[in-house]
Structure formats: structure tokens, C-alpha cells
């Protein structure tokens, strides 16, 4: 059963430490999502990649901030240094940006990282 | 401006009922696709069902299905047959383009509640 998996699942820190979040897409996926949910925001678009190239990482805040992948079985994503504002659900998610024969690019979306931030 | 909107915070409904859920959209792409997520409060993200901009028909899943009226810009989930596993928030979401795997813009999202 192939799925999107993301660590920690659950993450407090202190103001001021760095965070990293992880997510392995489902084998094969060629794109991957980084998106962020708060109750005020909703879902937002951070920053997303295809073929491991960066496409757009507007919805993140440069300055702490940072989207890589180092392979196509690793995404990461981390604050530094973080903040309470930064406390949200992180959600990755993977898909195939074409595949013959589909009729849609379905997202399919990481359990999640819970981040508090004290 | 907001692309997505679903207008209704809550919905109650009673068990084996039917329950429609909002959701207007605002694009000028004449290609977009529009989907619909639920997230139970184990918090993940669940795919219902996809409409796509040119499809003829209305998209079904099972006890889902959307009532897609393009002039109105609007896309509608139905949810027949309501169960109590069905309480959960509902989002819609949409995106635009028709070339690759694209970000989704998501709504606020629809908190529905199942009475037995």
C-alpha cells in the first residue's frame, strides 16, 4: 500500500531552535507539495518540486525557511530559527505530474507533522 | 481574491440523509480541475472525488458526487446516504492549468457533523 510518509509526526520546540521536517513521496512520484495548515490561513501552499527542481517557494518565508530535496525519496523542510507564529500542521504531499492514460493528477497527502512551537 | 469559497463554516445533517456542500470558485483558465478532500479529526487528507473542467458529466464516487455548474462556477459535493464516519471537514480545492501536477488552492473548508 504505497503512501506518503512524513517525520516526525509530532514536533514542540522552543522559539528559536531549528526544525526539520521530512517526507518520503510514494515511489515513482516525480512531484512533491509542502503545504501548511492553521486555523486562521487554512491550507496554503509553501513551496513545491518537480523532478526535485524547486517551482515555486513564494508562500515561504525566505528569511527562515528552506525546501530542498536531496534525492527522489527525500523531501525536507526546515525552520530556522522558528517561531510560535510557526506552529501548524505541515503536510507533504506527492503526485505524478503526467501519467498516459490518467485522467487527473491526483495529490496524495502525507499523515502530517503537528509543530508547536513554545 | 478568494479563488475558492465554501461558505457554510457547518452543516449538521441527520443520518441517511442527504447533504450538499458549497463551493463557488473564481478562475479565468478555461482548463482547472476542482477536488474535494476530507480530513476526519485523525487530521489526514482523504481524496473524494475530481471534476474536471470539460468533463460532460458529473463526477460520482460511490455516495459521493458533485453537481458541477460551470456558468455559475460552482461544484457542489453531495453526500448521499449520510453515515456518522462521514463527520469530518470538507474541502474543496482547485487547480488551474491543464499542463502537469499543479498546487491545489484550498477553501476554508465545511465542518459537517452526522446526527444518529
Known sequence: DARVTQTPRHKVTEMGQEVTMRCQPILGHNTVFWYRQTMMQGLELLAYFRNRAPLDDSGMPKDRFSAEMPDATLATLKIQPSEPRDSAVYFCASGLSFEPGQRYNEQFFGPGTRLTVL | ?116
Open chain 2, 1 to 116: 481574491a478568494q479563488k475558492i469559497t465554501q461558505t457554510q463554516p457547518g452543516m449538521f445533517v441527520q443520518e441517511k440523509e442527504a447533504v450538499t456542500l458549497d463551493c463557488t470558485y473564481d478562475t479565468s483558465d478555461p482548463s482547472y480541475g476542482l477536488f474535494w478532500y476530507k480530513q476526519p479529526s485523525s487530521g489526514e487528507m482523504i481524496f473524494l472525488i475530481y471534476q474536471g473542467s470539460y468533463d460532460q458529466q458529473n463526477a460520482t464516487e460511490g455516495r459521493y458526487s458533485l453537481n458541477f455548474q460551470k456558468a455559475r462556477k460552482s461544484a457542489n459535493l453531495v453526500i448521499s446516504a449520510s453515515q456518522l464516519g462521514d463527520s469530518a471537514m470538507y474541502f474543496c480545492a482547485m487547480r488551474e492549468g491543464r499542463s502537469g501536477n499543479t498546487p491545489l488552492v484550498f477553501g476554508k473548508g465545511t465542518r459537517l457533523s452526522v446526527i444518529a
